[in-house]
């Protein structure tokens, strides 16, 4: 069987791991490296929940292969934030209801990251806009609408404190 | 949904890829942004048995114009990227139109002109927008390039006229016979939907005389269609009610729909009618303005 | 005096209360089915039929035996050898675990390979190799019962034809003779497609048979562990005791994770035979094609009308289509659900409705997606009947309903179908909807558009639902009755454990449940942890579908916590030194009535529970309660959409969505208002873009997320939401059903706008969804629109 190495920077943390050329980066980062919160849906590129950040950008981890990610940088849900030092992304999503059974959230979070370090003061059409390739079955979008405004007023104003 | 095994090559230059491509023939299929390849691989009903990821060939990630005035998008340029180009939005406006409307801003982030127009997926976007532009592709393999017209670079559905020893290095827009205006238009029916009609008009023209005019439609046809007469009808003329309403009535005849999920025949047609009357009439206004 | 606790503050009744859940979904901390891995797991993959109806002629899996790798090939064949081919459905017909005589349905379920890794078990199916008669196709109800059809199930001893159920309610005469009398009788006809309720997550499990213990363990995506677990009990003939389903974090369910799935018994059995750990994880395509659908039904009907605008009777028929096996999870005695609760919010004083089942080439099931048995289907029928005979009659739509809907002061009320409601405002949420939306500026609005060629259009829904079953008497699911049990311990030093047999998948139970508890002992939310999901540490219930969960689990919870409180009251007397009689309640708190500074916490009387009890009093602080509803909840709601329709291309964009809903006391507002949004994102989904069909070979048109459309932050329009409170007259708590309200009053609002826009066509119906083409067709041509499958192409 063939196998490949790959060096990865996944969280910041270097990894450095044999993979068979057809392993899904998706499967690579849960089966491999064990980082479950980025979730699988759908099979055909349009569900986002396996979104993550490949060096900065969102991309669709089921659909790339892991050998693809050779030299470069992955973050999962696992890099954005730990329980006891919640991104204000994180924090948005609790304060404003803006998930209900979690599955879609992940993708979801990682999407709004990608749209806010471009664009730190989004409209809610911006918003509605940069998660338009994320699908939730349970909110209704209003409130993750309103967790990633509530965001980036929150980074903004951690933005504002830091420069004065 | 798990892909069948193949080989993996990541050549480092043009050069490596060509002689890859020379060692496995049509067994190899080249992968840039995989965002239409990977699902096709991953559902098996594509199993190539070597895969080249061109990913990792520097310089082909650009898009710039060149001294004579063309346009070129380099292979490994993304959507994202002609998305936020200044250069796009001020003076290729069907591009600039269309770029937003290909799928979602993830498959944006990694999916190509490119590859998209290699694809040949009679749904894609790109293609239309390349027809209406009078655009080529480039190929290259070990001997040399050769430019491909946009109009015969696809020979049907999912078929393109690339050799197996060749790999599509960058589209080439030509450069403009005037300003430049047009829309691409599309209905989908839901964001990030394949189009079930897409309209792109592309003009260019000297006050109000237009010298060249491109129409081209997706998702009505085995490929994307060059309205050619609803072109000609347009090219030496000025727009008003008269010609606006030739070309839209041009633009449909020419268009070949078929009656399925996303709607009858019928309706297709009208949407391209409707569609080429409201991209024109747009540019008739904003000339009035 | 010692301050009264501020209950909000603690996060009682009424406090919109962060979700403990959430503490570990956005770290990406949570356990659903595919996170778990057990060591030695293997992996199985279903091989699906390709064809929708077909006779197998052999089945060659030799070349997968071979392949490295793979541990086991299971057919069809070695199933029957442990008697698990077919198994029962909840709906006392049988179902295919694996084909073995012929497939009848596109993507039923033919053999599995259980391998290493799902990679090389993908391979192995694909090295399977089958050989098919292909047999004629059926994909609607009327092919079914035309004459010559071939018949579905000859599988079924004495099946002669392909109907699988008749059904009828109500007083046929008096409705007859109440038509006798209408001065107008309105007519309507419709098709509520094929939807699916496809959560993000799809169906999968984990079995894990240990041969020296004989105990099976099931990590699985079910909104019903409990019912699954006897489910497992009667199909693998294996001791009840020696099963544990455990249902962990659930990505969505919507109804679409109630039945029992053929891929659950496959790796249940490969486990057994294999004695290792088996992981089946489905993909969207295998959910979309093989799990329980939803709707796929087609009405008749007509209501009988004065001309004064009063509603004298209603009588219609209902054929389903219910794919190649009857599995909907619904009660016995019900065969069409609960689809007589249509036209249950109108004074109507005779209704008869007829029903009609009919196997077809098409995935089984039938399932209640986000909604209380078929209520959805009934209530989308009542609205677009509603709507229609208010145009029929020249009447204005919302004076046609303030018309006939119940008054306030007609509660108990009973319906013609034999409901009974108790409890309701439906006229005050009806103004406020009203006058939310400044209805009759919007009619001004659309008048003057229209004359500059706008199609504006407003759509009204009104409704109330039966939520929560049971009652026992009247509903049981594979002859278990429908009631919930809560189980609470208080621990010496305050803290709780609530254990309940219901199960969220996205509902906030772990927060909501907490709640009242809170409210009924004043014990700090945050000190009350809730577990669910495991049926070796959780009692009994029937899962959380139906919005079921806060009418009975969340009655039993309040209801235990009220025998703690009773006991307590003994521990705080004795604490306090005075009688039982002497002693008052507050929040969290008793104290001596003619003393009131003199007082216990409740957790004092906890402590004293295991450290200080009087004599004769048995030591601890725990018990359960079971509660049987002696009704459903009635909640009810006033929703109102306006639009606006493009003539030139029939793309509809939605201007306003207002909700009112009156669900009884809210338990935790927030929560309350994530449920309707995300139900009204469902009902907008479901009349503008989200359905199944097939084509005349009965291939599933909607298999994949690129042809079955869901709507994202993009087009979703934004909701404006109001409440009305009638508490619940039974609920010891007041609280009513919501998960679903939305969901299923909603698709008639927004179906009911874009009629309203083309109200000058003659148009009656558009079948759902209201695609662009249908729109234009039936703008352009002034003719209805049917979506019935088999979808029309150039093929034909």
């Known amino acids: 069987m063939e196998e490949r190495r790959i060096n990865v920077l996944v969280n910041g943390e270097p990894k450095s791991v044999d993979v068979e050329p057809r392993l899904l980066l998706a499967h690579f980062l849960r089966e491999v490296l064990g980082l479950t919160g980025t979730h699988i849906g759908c099979d055909t590129t349009n569900c986002g929940a396996c979104t993550v950040l490949l060096d900065g950008l969102p991309v669709k981890s089921c659909t790339m292969f892991a050998v693809m990610v050779d030299g470069h940088e992955v973050m999962t849900v696992e890099g954005l934030g730990m329980p006891s030092e919640l991104h204000p992304i994180q924090e948005g999503f609790r304060e404003e209801h803006g998930l209900q059974c979690g599955f879609c959230t992940p993708g979801m979070m990682l999407a709004a990251k990608a749209l806010l370090d471009e664009n730190p003061n989004p409209t809610e059409e911006d918003v509605r806009w940069g998660l338009s390739g994320n699908l939730c079955r349970c909110t209704g979008y209003q409130n993750i609408v309103k967790a990633v405004l509530w965001a980036a007023e929150k980074l903004q104003s951690e933005a504002g404190a830091i420069s004065r | ?289 | 005096m010692a301050q009264a606790l501020d209950e909000v503050k603690i996060g009682g009744l009424g406090a919109s209360r962060k979700r403990v859940e959430d503490d570990r979904f956005v770290v990406g901390k949570g356990n659903y089915t595919d996170d778990f891995k057990l060591p030695g797991m293997l992996h199985m993959e279903i091989l699906r039929s390709p064809l929708a109806h077909a006779r197998i002629k052999s089945i060659d899996t030799s070349k997968a035996w071979q392949m490295p790798g793979v541990h086991m090939v299971l057919t069809g064949d070695m199933a029957a050898q442990h008697n698990l081919a077919w198994m029962p459905t909840l709906s006392y017909d049988t179902q295919a675990v694996l084909a073995t005589d012929k497939v009848r349905f596109q993507g039923q379920e033919i053999a599995c390979v259980v391998a290493d890794d799902p990679y090389i078990a993908k391979d192995g199916c694909e090295a399977i190799q089958v050989e098919y008669e292909p047999l004629p196709v059926i994909v609607n109800p009327y092919q079914a019962v035309a004459e010559g059809a071939p018949v579905i199930r000859d599988d079924k001893e004495g099946q002669t034809d392909n109907i699988c159920y008749r059904w009828d309610v109500g007083d046929r005469e008096g409705t007859e003779r109440a038509f006798a009398q209408a001065d107008v009788v309105s007519k309507i006809e419709l098709h509520y497609p094929r939807s699916h309720p496809s959560p993000i997550e799809c169906c999968g499990s984990i079995a894990d048979y240990n041969a020296a213990t004989t105990k099976l363990t099931v990590y699985m995506t079910t909104q019903a562990p409990h019912i699954i677990r006897a489910a497992v009990a009667i199909v693998a003939e294996l001791p009840e005791h020696m099963i544990r389903i455990v249902s962990p974090d659930i990505g969505g369910g919507f109804g679409n994770k109630v039945p029992v799935y053929p891929g659950y018994v496959c790796s249940i059995l490969c486990s057994i035979l294999l004695a290792r750990p088996i992981k089946w994880i489905e993909d969207k395509t295998g959910n979309l094609i093989s799990t329980g659908y939803a709707r796929d039904m087609y009405y008749k009907g007509e209501l009988a009308l004065r001309k004064d605008g009063k509603i004298l009777a209603v009588r219609f028929h209902a054929d389903t289509d219910n794919g190649a096996f009857f599995s909907d999870a619904q009660p016995t005695k019900f065969k069409i659900g609960l689809l007589h609760s249509a036209f249950a919010c109108y004074d109507i004083p005779y209704a008869y409705m007829t029903a009609q089942g009919a196997y077809t080439n098409k995935a089984p099931g039938g399932v209640a997606y986000r909604c209380s048995f078929r209520v959805t289907e009934a209530m989308f029928f009542q609205e677009r009947a509603i709507q229609t005979a208010a145009n029929d009659l020249g009447m204005d739509q919302a004076e046609f309903r303030r018309i006939n809907l119940v008054k306030d002061d007609q509660f108990p009320f009973r319906t013609p179908y034999g409901f009974l409601l108790d409890s309701g405002q439906y006229e005050k949420c009806l103004d406020v909807a009203l006058n939310a939306i400044g209805y009759h500026d919007f009619l001004r609005e659309k008048e003057e558009a229209r004359k500059q060629g706008r199609r504006l259009g407003i759509g009204l829904s009104t409704m109330t639902e039966p939520l929560g079953a049971g009652n026992s008497r009247e509903y049981d699911i594979l002859g278990i009755k429908m009631f919930d049990c809560a189980e609470l311990r208080v621990h010496p030093s305050g803290k709780a454990i609530l254990k309940i047999g219901s199960k969220t998948q996205g509902q906030g139970h772990e927060t909501t449940f907490a709640q009242i508890v809170s409210h009924e002992l004043g014990i700090p939310a945050a000190d009350i942890l809730v577990q669910h999901g495991d049926t070796d540490n959780t009692p009994f219930g029937m899962g959380t579908y139906a919005s079921r969960s806060t009418p009975t689990a969340g009655a039993a919870t309040a209801m235990v916590s009220r025998k703690i409180r009773a006991k307590a009251r003994k521990l705080a007397a004795h604490l306090l030194e005075v009688s039982e009689e002497d002693v008052e309640w507050e929040l969290g708190r008793f104290y001596v009535r003619s003393a009131p500074n003199n007082g216990v916490t409740i957790q004092e009387c906890a402590m004293a529970a295991y450290g200080n009890m009087p004599d004769g009093l048995e030591p601890g602080l725990e018990n359960n309660a079971y509660y049987d509803p002696p009704n459903m909840t009635w909640p009810f709601a006033a929703y109102i959409v306006t639009v606006e329709v493009d003539p030139e291309t029939g793309v509809w964009d939605v201007l306003r969505m207002v909700a009112v809903d009156d669900c009884g006391v809210r338990i935790n507002p927030m929560i309350v208002e994530g449920q309707i949004m995300g139900g009204m994102t469902e009902a907008y989904a479901m009349s503008n873009m989200q359905f199944i069909t097939f084509d005349a070979e009965g291939n599933c048109v909607g298999s994949n997320y690129m042809d079955y459309l869901l709507p994202t932050a993009w087009e979703t329009p934004g909701f404006e939401l109001h409440e009305v409170v009638t508490p619940s007259p039974h609920h010891p708590i007041g609280a009513k059903g919501i998960g679903e309200c939305a969901c299923v009053g909603g698709p008639a609002a927004f179906v009911n706008a874009v009629h309203d826009a083309l109200d000058d066509t003659g148009v009656r119906n558009i079948d759902m969804p209201l695609l662009p083409h249908r729109v234009w067709e039936a703008l352009t041509y002034k003719r209805d629109v049917s979506g019935a499958p088999p979808l029309k192409t150039d093929a034909d």
């Open chain 2, 1 to 289: 949904m798990y892909p069948s095994r193949f080989h993996y090559e990541a050549p480092r230059s043009l050069a490596e890829a060509f002689s890859v491509l020379q060692a496995y023939g049509d067994e190899a299929k080249v992968l840039a942004g995989g965002q239409s390849l990977i699902p096709l691989i991953k559902l098996r009903f594509s199993a190539p048995a070597v895969i080249v990821d061109i990913n990792n060939i520097p310089g082909l990630d650009y898009h710039e114009e060149d001294s004579d005035g063309s346009l070129n998008i380099g292979a490994l340029c993304r959507h994202r990227t002609l998305e936020r180009s200044p250069l796009l939005r001020s003076r290729y406006p069907t591009m600039a139109a269309c770029a937003p409307l290909i799928s979602d801003p993830m498959v944006r982030t990694r999916g190509t002109l490119v590859g998209s127009l290699c694809h040949a997926d009679p749904q894609g976007d790109w293609a239309s927008v390349m027809l209406a532009l009078g655009g080529d592709i480039i190929a290259q393999s070990a001997k040399g390039e050769r430019a491909i017209p946009a109009s015969q670079f696809v020979v049907g559905p999912f078929q393109n006229a690339l050799e197996p020893n060749e790999i599509a290095v960058r589209a080439r827009v030509p450069a403009s016979k005037g300003t430049r205006s047009g829309t691409y238009l599309k209905l989908e029916r839901r964001v990030g939907d394949f189009a079930t009609v897409g309209v792109a008009v592309a003009l260019e023209a000297s006050g109000s005389t237009i010298n060249r005019a491109g129409i081209a439609l997706t998702g009505v046809g085995p490929s994307n269609i060059q309205c050619t007469e609803a072109e000609q009808a347009l090219a030496g003329k000025t727009l008003n009610a008269s010609t606006v309403e030739q070309a839209a009535r041009l633009a449909a005849q020419a268009a070949q729909p078929k009656t399925d999920v996303r709607g009858s025949a019928e309706y297709k047609r009208h949407i391209v009618h409707t569609f080429v009357m409201r991209a024109l009439s747009n540019q008739q206004q904003a000339r009035a303005a």
